[in-house]
């Protein structure tokens, strides 16, 4: 590296700035204690760890911007709440899951590195500090919070904190909700140990008996009950407008039941109570090749969830030592998983309270727009498909078009078949509706349910039982690989010949998060597209062994390889001189391969832009190595999932949109699809809205620095910071506004 490269390279370190009291600094810097190697050599060892930042750390920082939003006062306070449940819940995840793992590694003695170079014993060691950190941070935050949303109206108290009014509407609760359910299980020599169920929330009770004898005893929090146990209002102050608002009170529903500890065991003396929490790994291998019936197998894995191995212990930070030395040997668990925290524990459960009717404590409202070309339904629908591609920017457009899609497919007497993969489809979902009424009008019905979606199995079972009763042909996908393209076809008589209409998008047919989660779908009858979702059907369904598709690009059969080669095709275009840009916009790049090919499209010269919400392995902005790479991360209110893949090819640019984040499991271990946008109409709007847009956000991105670390992209001086997510729901509902008075002459 020359002596100019050096000094910028230190300078970008010492210079590094960590921004306002909203930062999390022991989050935002986790690089080597090596800077990354020289990378200016004609050859680059691209396996050299100090390329690479860590995925588990990266999945922590990914939390920690969320917790950012919950503390930034621009946010309306029940929107500061959400976010503070949201980075509880994810933190809740990343133990189940990848701490689950990583103990599973070093208890069968792994010792091979990530591509960063830490192995498993060291990656562990460093989330549990990260992540004990931001927990504690996450309480500051609730603290904080608190008196704003009192002076607010949605006041959220202590047990001694109540007055006699509300001890008295407290115990009223108590009396004819809480006490009925409760079981309290004592542990003695006659009486065993009891079970801890994941992420359940419990008191452990000491008691005095009559002999003076110490007992000890476990009580559950029911999970049935709301964590906030809601008060009777009462008027608030008048507002500006004239109106009085209610004040809501709520107290925490543990310790109402730790004040009335003496109604379940009476003739006993209180001697100190205290709640504790677990977690367990939920990431069970399911052995397909082993499993006569998958549905079964699926089955007993959620349930052995519940009792799986113990990841993590959270106790409230007043916990005597006899308490906590009794549960760690009962749990017999790893001192180093005990987390101890201020009250309240499982502030996931915080939620409950966006539920308060005060929208003037939310983000207005938005409502979707309905491009006037999707509000066509049955045969207009398909003429207008066969004129034209359509592609729909959830949750900005409207999700109905393709609950519409199906419904209209079902009804249309043509239709002879519809085939289509489910992920997480939710409760009550109107698209399964559609599949069930195809079904009652004789039409032909295959879906592939992927059971092993990770917390939605439950629901999927139910609905692969309830289509199945119906006489839908239901598959569970490949043995060892989950199914996570999104993809609906509809085969259609027109005339003599068959059409295909096929749906290809980014996100779940889930109407419920199409409202919460940034998302593209594209509406097609290319009878290349029509052909090679008819053969991945098969593929899927069948003994197909498809190894080519004209268009599609299907993991892992053909992703990688066309991926890949497109990257370079893009590096030869520099190189050659011609234009070439990279834009990349999804939720983790992890990948060694992509990212070592990236690093060398930036050392040819190809300017990269990556918007990547969360996991982003690659170090940006490393001179001679990554100069012209910059990434971002949104973090606002929608969850940024849509996957755009744009190349600039030399001045004709091609663009891929799909299923497949950037990750080996993506790629090499899952049924994923990209496909193509093909019409030019629609490349330009992918560039030049959706993705320069998100690029010149100034308001909820964070640029990655070439150590890990987030800071605020701030705007240029003297102009006001641009919130992409509020630029789309303005451009959309401007767009409402012109349709709607367009059709009433208004």
Same mark, same amino acid.
């Given at each position: 590296?020359?002596?100019?490269?050096?000094?910028?390279?230190?300078?970008?370190?010492?210079?590094?700035?960590? =921004?306002?009291?909203?930062?999390?600094?022991?989050?935002?810097?986790?690089?080597?204690?090596?800077?990354?190697?020289?990378?200016?050599?004609?050859?680059?060892?691209?396996?050299?760890?100090?390329?690479?930042?860590?995925?588990?750390?990266?999945?922590?920082?990914?939390?920690? #911007?969320?917790?950012?939003?919950?503390?930034?006062?621009?946010?309306?306070?029940?929107?500061?709440?959400?976010?503070?449940?949201?980075?509880?819940? =994810?933190?809740?995840?990343?133990?189940?899951?990848?701490?689950?793992?990583? %103990?599973?590694?070093?208890?069968?003695?792994?010792?091979?590195?990530?591509?960063?170079?830490?192995?498993?014993?060291?990656?562990?060691?460093?989330? #549990? %500090?990260?992540?004990?950190?931001?927990?504690?941070?996450?309480?500051?935050?609730?603290?904080?919070?608190?008196?704003?949303?009192?002076?607010?109206?949605?006041?959220?108290?202590?047990?001694?904190?109540?007055?006699?009014?509300?001890?008295?509407?407290?115990?009223?609760?108590?009396?004819?909700?809480?006490?009925?359910?409760?079981?309290?299980?004592?542990?003695?020599?006659?009486?065993?140990?009891?079970?801890?169920?994941?992420?359940?929330?419990?008191?452990?009770?000491?008691?005095?008996?009559?002999?003076?004898?110490?007992?000890?005893?476990?009580?559950?929090?029911?999970?049935?009950?709301?964590?906030?146990?809601?008060?009777?209002?009462?008027?608030?102050?008048?507002?500006?407008?004239?109106?009085?608002?209610?004040?809501?009170?709520?107290?925490?529903?543990?310790?109402?039941?730790?004040?009335?500890?003496?109604?379940?065991?009476?003739?006993?003396?209180?001697?100190?109570?205290?709640?504790?929490?677990?977690?367990?790994?939920?990431?069970?291998?399911?052995?397909?090749?082993?499993?006569?019936?998958?549905?079964?197998?699926?089955?007993?894995?959620? #349930?052995?969830?519940?009792?799986?191995?113990?990841?993590?212990?959270?106790?409230?930070?007043?916990?005597?030592?006899?308490?906590?030395?009794?549960? $760690?040997?009962?749990?017999?668990?790893?001192?180093?998983?005990?987390?101890?925290?201020?009250?309240?524990?499982?502030?996931?459960?915080?939620?409950?309270?966006?539920?308060?009717?005060?929208?003037?404590?939310?983000?207005?409202?938005?409502?979707?727009?309905?491009?006037?070309?999707?509000?066509? &339904?049955?045969?207009?629908?398909?003429?207008?498909?066969?004129?034209?591609?359509?592609?729909?920017?959830?949750?900005?457009?409207?999700?109905?078009?393709?609950?519409?899609?199906?419904?209209?497919?079902?009804?249309?007497?043509?239709?002879?078949?519809?085939?289509?993969?489910?992920?997480?489809?939710?409760?009550?979902?109107?698209?399964?509706?559609?599949?069930?009424?195809?079904?009652?009008?004789?039409?032909? $019905?295959?879906?592939?349910?992927?059971?092993?979606?990770?917390?939605?199995?439950?629901?999927?079972?139910?609905?692969?039982?309830?289509?199945?009763?119906?006489?839908?042909?239901?598959?569970? /996908?490949?043995?060892?690989?989950? &199914?996570?393209? %999104?993809?609906?076809?509809?085969?259609?008589?027109?005339?003599?010949?068959?059409?295909?209409?096929?749906?290809?998008?980014? /996100?779940?047919?889930?109407?419920?998060?199409?409202?919460?989660?940034?998302?593209? /779908?594209?509406? &097609?009858?290319?009878?290349?597209?029509?052909?090679?979702?008819?053969?991945?059907?098969?593929?899927?369904?069948?003994?197909?062994?498809?190894?080519?598709?004209?268009?599609?690009?299907?993991?892992?059969?053909?992703?990688?390889?066309?991926?890949?080669?497109?990257?370079?095709?893009?590096?030869?275009?520099?190189?050659?001189?011609?234009?070439?840009?990279?834009?990349?916009?999804?939720?983790?790049?992890?990948?060694?391969?992509?990212?070592?090919?990236?690093?060398?499209?930036?050392?040819?010269?190809?300017?990269?832009?990556?918007?990547?919400?969360?996991?982003?392995?690659?170090?940006?902005?490393?001179?001679?190595?990554?100069?012209?790479?910059?990434?971002?991360?949104?973090?606002?209110?929608?969850?940024?999932?849509?996957?755009? *893949?744009? *190349?600039?090819?030399?001045?004709?640019?091609?663009?891929?949109?799909?299923?497949?984040?950037?990750?080996?499991?993506?790629?090499?271990?899952?049924?994923?699809?990209?496909?193509?946008?093909?019409?030019?109409?629609?490349?330009?709007?992918?560039?030049?809205?959706?993705?320069?847009?998100?690029?010149?956000?100034?308001?909820?991105?964070?640029?990655?620095?070439?150590?890990?670390?987030?800071?605020?992209?701030?705007?240029?001086? /003297?102009?006001?910071?641009?919130?992409?997510?509020?630029?789309?729901?303005?451009?959309? =509902?401007?767009?409402?506004?012109?349709?709607?008075?367009?059709?009433?002459?208004?």
């Amino acid at each position: 590296m020359d002596d100019g490269a050096t000094t910028a390279f230190e300078d970008q370190r010492r210079d590094h700035p960590v =921004n306002g009291a909203a930062s999390l600094p022991f989050l935002l810097a986790y690089a080597p204690e090596t800077e990354p190697a020289d990378p200016a050599a004609e050859m680059l060892d691209l396996d050299d760890p100090t390329y690479y930042l860590n995925r588990e750390l990266g999945q922590v920082a990914f939390n920690a #911007r969320v917790l950012e939003e919950a503390d930034d006062p621009n946010n309306p306070l029940l929107e500061r709440v959400k976010f503070l449940a949201i980075t509880e819940s =994810n933190t809740d995840e990343l133990f189940m899951v990848r701490v689950a793992g990583l %103990k599973q590694q070093v208890e069968a003695g792994v010792l091979s590195e990530s591509p960063d170079g830490l192995s498993p014993a060291e990656q562990l060691a460093a989330v #549990r %500090k990260a992540s004990y950190k931001l927990l504690k941070a996450a309480r500051v935050t609730w603290q904080e919070l608190k008196p704003a949303l009192a002076q607010a109206g949605v006041i959220v108290l202590d047990h001694a904190e109540l007055n006699d009014k509300q001890r008295a509407s407290a115990e009223s609760s108590f009396d004819e909700l809480i006490f009925p359910v409760l079981t309290p299980l004592a542990f003695d020599p006659s009486r065993p140990f009891p079970h801890i169920s994941n992420l359940s929330l419990n008191l452990a009770v000491v008691v005095r008996d009559s002999a003076g004898e110490l007992r000890f005893a476990r009580l559950k929090v029911p999970a049935s009950l709301p964590r906030l146990v809601p008060l009777k209002r009462s008027s608030g102050s008048v507002r500006r407008d004239g109106t009085v608002p209610h004040n809501h009170y709520f107290v925490w529903l543990e310790q109402l039941i730790a004040a009335h500890l003496d109604r379940l065991f009476p003739g006993m003396e209180i001697v100190e109570s205290h709640a504790f929490r677990v977690t367990r790994d939920a990431d069970n291998a399911i052995q397909d090749l082993e499993a006569d019936d998958l549905l079964e197998t699926i089955e007993q894995s959620v #349930r052995e969830r519940r009792f799986a191995n113990l990841v993590r212990l959270e106790v409230d930070a007043t916990m005597s030592d006899e308490i906590l030395e009794l549960l $760690v040997t009962e749990l017999e668990m790893d001192p180093l998983d005990i987390y101890a925290l201020d009250a309240p524990l499982g502030l996931s459960d915080l939620m409950g309270l966006y539920g308060v009717d005060r929208h003037d404590l939310k983000d207005p409202p938005f409502v979707p727009f309905v491009p006037p070309s999707m509000e066509l &339904t049955g045969a207009r629908m398909f003429e207008l498909l066969r004129r034209q591609d359509s592609l729909l920017h959830h949750p900005y457009d409207a999700f109905a078009p393709v609950v519409g899609f199906l419904r209209s497919a079902a009804a249309d007497p043509d239709v002879l078949a519809i085939k289509q993969t489910l992920y997480r489809v939710g409760r009550n979902s109107p698209v399964v509706g559609a599949l069930l009424d195809a079904r009652e009008q004789g039409k032909q $019905v295959a879906v592939v349910v992927e059971l092993k979606a990770r917390f939605d199995e439950e629901s999927n079972i139910e609905w692969a039982r309830r289509l199945e009763a119906e006489g839908v042909h239901v598959i569970y /996908g490949l043995l060892g690989l989950k &199914t996570h393209a %999104k993809m609906a076809l509809v085969v259609r008589k027109e005339g003599e010949s068959i059409r295909r209409y096929v749906h290809l998008g980014t /996100g779940n047919y889930n109407h419920a998060t199409a409202g919460l989660y940034t998302d593209l /779908g594209l509406f &097609t009858c290319d009878p290349d597209i029509g052909a090679d979702a008819s053969e991945l059907f098969n593929h899927l369904t069948g003994y197909s062994a498809a190894h080519r598709f004209r268009k599609l690009l299907v993991a892992p059969i053909n992703l990688r390889s066309r991926f890949e080669a497109m990257i370079r095709r893009e590096i030869e275009h520099s190189q050659a001189g011609r234009p070439a840009h990279l834009i990349f916009k999804c939720n983790s790049l992890v990948d060694p391969g992509v990212i070592a090919l990236l690093y060398a499209a930036s050392r040819a010269g190809v300017r990269i832009d990556l918007v990547i919400r969360g996991i982003c392995c690659l170090r940006p902005g490393v001179p001679g190595l990554s100069d012209t790479i910059r990434v971002i991360s949104i973090v606002g209110r929608f969850l940024e999932h849509s996957r755009i *893949f744009y *190349f600039e090819n030399g001045g004709q640019p091609q663009a891929y949109v799909g299923s497949a984040d950037l990750m080996p499991r993506n790629i090499d271990r899952r049924v994923e699809v990209l496909f193509p946008v093909e019409d030019p109409t629609l490349i330009a709007r992918l560039r030049n809205e959706l993705l320069d847009v998100a690029l010149a956000d100034t308001a909820k991105a964070r640029e990655l620095r070439y150590n890990g670390s987030y800071v605020r992209v701030q705007p240029a001086a /003297g102009s006001e910071p641009f919130n992409s997510q509020e630029w789309f729901m303005r451009n959309r =509902n401007a767009a409402a506004r012109r349709h709607t008075a367009s059709r009433y002459r208004l």
